[in-house]
């Protein structure tokens, strides 16, 4: 019980961050603009374009379920694409309400086990997937850089450099995946300096037994990277539905550019646009990207609309692939949480 009152507290005050950084983002961000205006402005938009927009939000959310029963699957582990569903919307929510998305993959580790899904699979699933991801996000926003070199050239100096310092940050996160998924040392190094440190500081009762359930854990794990390994037909299945999944997400960019009725830029050209701040925001760690991501898209897409209507399209955009997906996530993670306590409680 006290446990759950603990959780709620912490979600109650995540949301809490999450309301107060959006309201003082808009405040800031929009200071220049009539809220009156702003309504009149997003109420003359055809929505059934923002209704596709949502759409391929749930379409991106389907997507990541999809690698996560890929992948077990193929490590031999039983799941359900309903409860991948779960995995993948729980893993969404933590990564919006923590700073630098860090929250995201501990949760579903967490919620992996409660399911008996053990770490062993739920590491190197979720190593793989971000290892896939970041390496997708950079690949099309280099790509995007070649075709569409003229958006660069027309954005801010300081954005230009948030591309770039994100362009290192999302390849050493790679290059960190790399090491954790298939170097021998790396794991081993770590669990052993975390044993040692708790060890001084007398976190731990019994070292000798924990070291022991380690050392299994790690031959477990060096099983299931060498599977990975020797199916890289796995890791092309994943890297293809991984850029129909951001496809997807920066397609939204341009649907909103579509409800406001112009049509002078291609899907390309907005597309780019969201590719670059998807890197861009990575290089800072806050929350969901909240403020700087909002900053970001005044910057780019200012390009491609009249002042009066930027505002609204950074609103809407913002509302239909992150603050809806928020909601609808929170919404997943707690019937999910509710499932998965249910199903503790009964078997213990």
Known sequence: MRDKIISKKNQIRSILVMTSLMAVTISVLLKEYSIKELVKVAGSVHFLYLITGIALMFYYAGCQAMNFYMIMHRLKQEVSYKNCIDYAYIGNYFSAITPGACGGQPAQMYYMNKDKIYVDISAITIFLMVFVSQIVIVLMGGVFALLRFNILAKSARWFIWLLLAGTGVMLSLTAVLSALMFSRIVIPFLIDLVLKLG??????????????????????????????????????????ITVFQWIAYCLVSYL?????????????????????????????????????????????????????????????????????PLLISYVVYAFAHHRIMKEQRRIG
């Not at 001084?200 to 390994?229: A, C, Q, T, V, W």
């Not at 909103?256 to 899907?267: A, I, M, P, T």
């Open 199 to 240: 060890k001084k500081l007398h976190l731990f009762k019994k070292p000798e037994e924990i070291k022991e359930k380690f050392d299994l854990l790690i031959i477990s794990y060096r099983e299931k990277s060498r599977l990975i390994i020797k199916n890289p037909d796995l890791f092309l299945k994943v890297f293809v």
């Open 256 to 324: 909103v550019y579509l409800s406001f009725g112009y049509r002078k830029n291609d899907c390309f050209d907005l597309m780019a646009g969201q590719s670059f701040i998807n890197i861009a925001v990575a290089a800072v760690p806050l929350p969901g990207s909240v403020g700087i991501a909002e900053k970001a898209y005044l910057n780019v897409f200012g390009q491609f609309y009249q002042g009066d209507q930027l505002p609204s399209a950074m609103v809407l955009s913002r509302i239909v692939n992150f603050y809806f």
